[in-house]
């Protein structure tokens, strides 16, 4: 019978030469076995493991860490059976601690399991890692063939060592969350696990996790984000986990979107609600200076910081305070992405109509916030604010006060210097024109009209009120009569307000259309397309000046540009040549008394344009 050990098995808080460190207090490596002896050796261990049980590890654990030390010189087969005995015995010892946990173990028990858990974490967790490394190599991309001179590399197969090591890691992983999962703190005593151990188990993921092949695998993922979940959760990982989290976005760009989604799924479905605002906080802690220094790293930071916002918009919300001094940081990229972040949380969050004062009021603050940067210093961010302001427009959920205030501001913006925030100025006024809650024909004239004509009806019913309130005696009829006349004046009253909004509304628009005109003039072709697309929804709609710049899109005919001669040509088609379903049989009449109309008061130049056109539809 061999003889346990009694020494503690101390996880080493660097590398593993610590283990060959002397000591007499923990355990230390005596026999580091050369490569030509482990075959023979690890076929003895199977057999002891298979006698033993999962303590054998206490035993060979020697034997094992040979197989690390030298694990670049040994043969794949070595490798594989090392671990399958790992993988193996880690298994066992799941089972083993499931069946004895609940009793009561004897100190020497209780040690003994506590060092094989330690053992085979520190194990598992290390061939993973020289797993990664050995996989990662050019020379491992290939499939065992030497590429040699002009020969091309070949894409690894599935019998591949990158491939491989893909399945060695998400092995490891499952069988470490179902040793991490269980209540194994009760092993050691105090029962809290040291902080080495648990950080030889994070550090292995997120090390694995700077692997883009392993990024970009949803089943390697799901494993690791499995076991920094239960990290968190039991081993009072969270903050460890903030901190990594950023540093590792900051430093690998195709992690954004895997941490994004890490977060979300401790957040979600491990319950760890609070990691969401921990991280939000840690990141409006940083410093705006580094920020702007560390380009490359904010970029990222970024990209993250809106993934989050996409997906956990309602839990970021707490502790949007945090972010607010950014936006008026130097880094234009991380004040677009803070202001995706409101735009989101507007969106998603605070857009239900059973809302409460407070999230009225926060709501009108963020609003305000993403209002004010529609006049940035930098253009990418008015930029961004244009695009958010359209999403939330589209998504209906900008209150019509708001509108009435934004739309002379977006007005504005199409005299901008940049040709992307002149392009979603107008997109932005297009969508708002679709998306109007006021009429499908907005003519001004008619409108104006309408209000007068109502508010006459309005005026001539209060002054039949005030006569009526000035008889002193009132019969029930008559009373009965004074409300009914009371809800009439303050429907017209709704009728006129809304008419007045209409107006209001149509004037706004017909203000941007000069701008727009001089638009289609522009070198910028998206310029041009756009311009064309508004005057199209503005004619449809019955805007009284589109007139204007639909004669004016006549001379893009000649353009040179492809993508304008076709989007004038649609837009010519759609407007005065395709006719609804109902008026099929009057077709041929119809477009003529639309081409008729059209050329009504047009000028030479433009006639001979729309000869061009014409000819080119036919």
Not at 412 to 418: A, E, F
């Amino acid at each position: 019978i061999r003889r346990v050990r009694p020494m503690e098995f101390s996880i080493p808080v660097a590398a593993g030469d610590d283990l060959l460190s002397p000591s007499k207090s923990r355990y230390v490596v005596r026999n580091v076995f050369d490569p030509h002896e482990l075959p023979d050796k690890l076929a003895a261990a199977r057999e002891d493991f298979k006698h033993d049980g999962p303590l054998a590890v206490l035993q060979s654990f020697d034997l094992f860490f040979s197989v690390i030390k030298h694990f670049n010189q040994l043969e794949r087969t070595v490798k594989d059976e090392a671990w399958q005995t790992l993988v193996e015995a880690t298994g066992s010892l799941y089972v083993e601690l499931t069946n004895i946990l609940d009793s009561e173990l004897s100190h020497h028990t209780r040690q003994q399991h506590c060092n094989a858990i330690k053992m085979l974490c520190y194990l598992v967790t290390q061939f993973m890692l020289c797993s990664q490394r050995e996989g990662s190599k050019p020379d491992q991309m290939l499939t065992g063939k030497s590429a040699g001179r002009g020969r091309k590399a070949q894409r690894p197969t599935g019998g591949s060592d990158s491939t491989a090591w893909e399945g060695t890691c998400i092995r490891g992983l499952y069988s470490l969350m179902h040793l991490l999962e269980l209540e194994i703190h009760r092993l050691w005593d105090p029962p809290i696990p040291e902080e080495n151990f648990v950080n030889c188990v994070t550090s292995c993921c997120y090390k694995l996790m700077e692997s883009p092949i392993l990024a970009r695998d949803r089943e390697s993922r799901q494993s690791i984000f499995q076991v920094l979940g239960i990290a968190v959760q039991k081993y009072n990982h969270g903050i460890g986990a903030v901190v990594k989290v950023i540093q590792l976005v900051q430093n690998f760009e195709h992690l954004v979107t895997p941490l994004a989604e890490g977060v979300q799924f401790f957040a979600v479905s491990c319950g760890i609600k609070n990691i969401v605002s921990e991280t939000i906080r840690e990141i409006g802690s940083m410093d705006p200076n580094d920020l702007s220094r560390d380009t490359s790293g904010t970029r990222s930071l970024s990209q993250f910081l809106c993934e989050l916002g996409e997906r956990v918009p309602a839990l970021i919300l707490p502790t949007i305070s945090s972010l607010m001094p950014h936006l008026d940081g130097e880094n234009y990229s991380f004040r677009n992405s803070v202001l995706v972040v409101l735009g989101e949380m507007v969106g998603q969050v605070l857009s239900r109509e059973s809302m409460d004062e407070n999230g009225k009021a926060t709501r009108e603050q963020l609003l305000d916030r993403l209002q004010q940067h529609i006049h940035d210093i930098n253009a990418f961010v008015r930029s961004k604010a244009l695009q958010i302001w359209l999403k939330l427009f589209r998504g209906h959920v900008v209150p019509l006060s708001r509108q009435h205030q934004l739309i002379p501001l977006v007005v504005g913006r199409l005299h901008d210097k940049s040709s992307n925030v002149r392009r979603h100025a107008i997109q932005f006024l297009s969508a708002a024109l679709c998306g109007n809650p006021y009429s499908s024909k907005l003519s001004l004239s008619d409108l104006e009209d309408d209000l007068q004509k109502a508010q006459d009806k309005l005026r001539d019913l209060r002054n039949s009120e005030d006569q009526s309130s000035s008889q002193e005696c009132q019969s029930p009829m008559q009373q009965g009569d004074t409300t009914t006349s009371d809800k009439e004046i303050q429907q017209h009253q709704i009728l006129v307000t809304y008419l007045k909004d209409s107006v209001k509304f149509v004037r706004h628009l017909e203000s941007a259309v000069p701008v727009v005109c001089q638009l289609l003039g522009s070198k910028t072709v998206s310029d041009v397309l756009e311009a064309i697309n508004f005057f199209v929804t503005c004619h449809e709609f019955g805007i009284s000046t589109a007139r204007d710049g639909v004669r004016k899109m006549l001379v893009l005919v000649w353009s040179q540009e492809v993508a304008v001669k076709e989007a004038l040509t649609a837009a010519y088609k759609t407007l005065y040549l395709t006719q609804s379903a109902d008026a099929q049989r009057h077709q041929a009449a119809t477009v003529a008394d639309n081409l008729i109309s059209l050329t009504s008061d047009l000028t030479l130049g433009e006639l001979a344009s729309l000869e061009e056109l014409v000819m080119i539809q036919t």
